[in-house]
């Protein structure tokens, strides 16, 4: 995993909404698309970056794509920050 896909992903208030709507479980785009005053073209490139960074997963079913939270590299990201803070406190003492 690529920290620097995946802040860059983060960066954009609107994936990290998307993201917020991915917890309570799956989605489609148009789904997704329901919660955003945007085209469907701006919330499918925002779902390719996303998915890009492997923060969330895409699978077809029929004529769906449905898109879910990766959570491995949400652990993978939130464990870095916990080894930044710990190194940082063990430091101060």
Known sequence: MSFEISFKALSDPARREILQLLKNGRMSAGEISQHFDMTAATVSYHL???????????EKEKNFIYYDLNTSILEEIMAWFED???NRTNEKR
Request: proline share 0%; charged share 50%; aromatic share 8%.
């Open 84 to 86: 930044l803070k710990e």
């Open 48 to 58: 390719k970056v996303l998915k890009k960074a492997d923060l969330i997963w895409e």
